[in-house]
């Protein structure tokens, strides 16, 4: 490559980012909500459930348990330390640099750290998880601290965070292997998904297909808040 290595920065998706963050708070709001209906049911008819319905009362103490535990385990998972947790990275002439929300780094990566497989065909190659929510992660290999060669992920999959050029990432952070380590060996699968054979068009951008799902989302949702309220 004779080319300037460019400096790609990860791109937030934030109309699906915001659903999803959204999503969460209103599932926490109903689960308040619910708790302080019950409580309040249990609190008006305490006397009748002691005395006639004991099993009943029991049942609801266990499901007011259940549904603060679970409200408990949003919350911390929402806002539990979030300076650990990876908000943006940016791939370079020199590798990848991970950082949090508050722009200090957390992991780096670069391409003078990997090594070449002992037991692969390939020093890097992609792989996507089966099922329902699927996610494409990088696999490489590095050296850990007792100077073993050890089998590592680079992930773009971000904590509550989706990123619209999620798939360039990957891309930028493979031409780089290509460009600075052409020791190493990518897989004929990846260099064919990725794209990375010279003279190949650019990825396009679906950002503004991205808005208009998030917006149909967003008004699927308020719809149904609307008829929930109609309810009560």
């Not at 490559?1 to 790609?8: D, I, N, P, R, Y």
């Not at 008006?44 to 603060?68: C, G, K, N, V």
């Amino acid at each position: 490559m004779t080319e300037k290595f460019q400096t790609v920065v990860s791109k937030v998706n934030k109309p699906i980012t915001y659903l999803l963050t959204g999503m969460l708070w209103l599932v926490i709001i109903i689960i308040v909500t619910v708790m302080g209906v019950i409580s309040e049911n249990m609190y008006s008819h305490f006397r009748r459930y002691i005395e006639d319905d004991l099993s009943t009362f029991f049942i609801l103490i266990f499901a007011q348990l259940l549904l603060l535990f679970c409200g408990i385990a949003l919350v911390m998972s929402l806002t539990y330390r979030k300076k650990e947790k990876i908000r943006k990275a940016v791939i370079d002439e020199k590798g990848v640099t991970f950082y949090n929300s508050e722009d200090h780094v957390v992991h780096t990566i670069l391409y003078s750290e990997l090594q070449q497989s002992k037991q692969s065909l390939s020093d890097a190659s992609m792989h996507t998880t089966t099922g329902r929510h699927s996610k494409s992660y990088l696999k490489i290999y590095l050296k850990n601290k007792t100077g073993d060669i050890v089998l590592t992920n680079i992930n773009f999959n971000f904590e509550y965070v989706i990123l619209s050029n999620q798939f360039e990432m990957y891309r930028q952070f493979l031409r780089g292997i290509q460009c600075f380590r052409p020791d190493l060996t990518i897989s004929r699968q990846t260099i064919e998904e990725y794209h990375l054979t010279p003279g190949f068009p650019p990825v396009k951008n679906f950002e503004a297909f991205e808005y208009i799902i998030a917006g149909f989302f967003t008004l699927t949702i308020l719809g149904l808040i609307y008829t929930i309220s109609l309810l009560f």
